[in-house]
C-alpha cells in the first residue's frame, strides 16, 4: 500500500511559481504513471498532468506550457512545478497514480493565486 502526502502549496500572486511534492510511503517505481489532480471550490476534482515511469508526461490544457511534472523514482516523489499561476488556479492539489485510486488520495495541499 502506498501513501502519498502533497506539500509546498501557498498563498502566490498571478504570474508567480510554487513546485509542489507529493512524498510516497512506499516505492512508486513500479507505479506506472503518477498524476497531479487539484479541485478548486465548488467545482469536481480534475486532472492535471501525468507523467509515466519512463518520463512521458501529459497534460490538461488549462496547464500546458506552464506546469512541468516530474518523478525521481529512487527518492519516491513526484513533483510538480507550476510557473505563471493564474487566479483559476486556485485550488487544492493531490497527487495519485492514474488512473487514480480511491485509497491513495491524501489530505492534498492548497494553493491560492490572488494578488
Known amino acids: 500500500q502506498v501513501q502519498l502526502v502533497e506539500s509546498g502549496g501557498g498563498l502566490v500572486q498571478p504570474g508567480g511559481s510554487l513546485r509542489l511534492a507529493c512524498a510516497a510511503s512506499?516505492?512508486?517505481?513500479?507505479?506506472?504513471?503518477m498524476g497531479w489532480y487539484r479541485q478548486a471550490p465548488g467545482k469536481q476534482r480534475e486532472w492535471v498532468a501525468s507523467?509515466?515511469?519512463?518520463?512521458?508526461?501529459n497534460y490538461a490544457d488549462s496547464v500546458k506550457g506552464r506546469f512541468t511534472i516530474s518523478r525521481d523514482n529512487a527518492k519516491n516523489i513526484v513533483y510538480l512545478q507550476m510557473n505563471g499561476l493564474k487566479t483559476e488556479d486556485t485550488a487544492v492539489y493531490f497527487c495519485?497514480?492514474?488512473?487514480?485510486?480511491?485509497?491513495?488520495w491524501g489530505q492534498g495541499t492548497q494553493v491560492t493565486v490572488a494578488s
Open positions: 495519485n497514480t492514474y488512473p487514480a485510486k480511491t485509497a491513495y
Open positions: 512506499g516505492s512508486i517505481f513500479s507505479i506506472l504513471i
Open positions: 507523467a509515466s515511469r519512463g518520463g512521458t508526461t
